[in-house]
Structures are given as C-alpha cells and as structure tokens.
C-alpha cells in the first residue's frame, strides 16, 4: 500500500531532524497534555523513538508517524 504524500513529508522532515533535539506535544484528549524534551535517536518504518533524559535516567519513547498526521503529537524542532 502506498503512503500518502503528507505521510512521505512527515517521514522526510522527522529523518531530516535525526539525532537533534525535539520538543514533543502528546495530547491524551479532553485538555490533557504532556509534554517531553528529548533526542530523535531512531526511525523504523511505522514508528520514530525520541530519547529523553530525566533526572537520573533516560527513557525511550516510541511516536508513530500517523500520531503526528492527525495532530495526537506536535513535534517542536529546535
């Protein structure tokens, strides 16, 4: 199946970024947001992984690209 050219322009901008810091925007619905700073440290197919270091220990969190198409994640480029 083909993707789409706007997922194709997201997949192109995020591997553009690879490797820089990223300010990431979750919405988890009815006003709830969370909010991350962290590093593109992978790409896969589907999904991209932002690495963000806490106080004492860093985590890795997985965003798909269709996340950030239908704007459940804004992604903040720095």
Known sequence: MKQPDNMCHIYNLISNHMGKKVVVRENHGRNRF?????????????????TV????????ISYSYTDVLIKDVELVFA
């Open 34 to 50: 969370d909010v991350s700073e962290g590093v593109i440290s992978e790409m896969h197919p589907h999904v991209f992984c932002v």
């Open 53 to 60: 270091d806490s106080d004492e220990q860093s985590k890795q």
